[in-house]
């Protein structure tokens, strides 16, 4: 059974930085594309970034510039460094990740952007 576990949410000041972290675990013989989502205050999960299995990467518009991404192939992870974080980056962060050809999610981890 294979799970992720995203850690490293909280409270922080308008233009503050936070790091997420996420862990895959389980039976794992193949990864793919890793990412991570978000869904604010009444609003619908929406994509945040993505990085391949190469290494190339994208972003959704609102955090080009800010937010970087990246994996660690040995260790199962993908990371999420938030920069210039604003109250609207303000949301649940949802770890994604393709495992052994499967789509998975983690639980979520709470991020709020508040003075």
């Known amino acids: 059974q294979v799970q992720l576990v995203e850690s490293g949410g909280g409270l922080v000041q308008p233009g503050g930085s936070l790091r997420l972290s996420c862990g895959a675990s389980?039976?794992?013989?193949?990864?793919?594309?890793m990412g991570w989502y978000r869904q604010g205050p009444g609003k619908q999960r929406e994509f945040v970034a993505v990085?391949?299995?190469?290494?190339?990467?994208g972003y959704a518009d609102s955090v080009k510039g800010r937010f970087t991404v990246s994996r660690d192939n040995a260790k199962a992870a993908v990371y999420l460094q938030m920069n210039s974080l604003k109250r609207e980056d303000t949301a649940v962060y949802y770890c994604?990740?393709?495992?052994?050809?499967?789509?998975?999610w983690g639980q979520g981890t709470q991020v709020t952007v508040s003075s």
């Open positions: 990085i391949y299995r190469d290494g190339m990467t």
């Open positions: 389980g039976s794992i013989s193949s990864i793919g594309n």
């Open positions: 994604n990740a393709i495992i052994n050809y499967a789509n998975f």
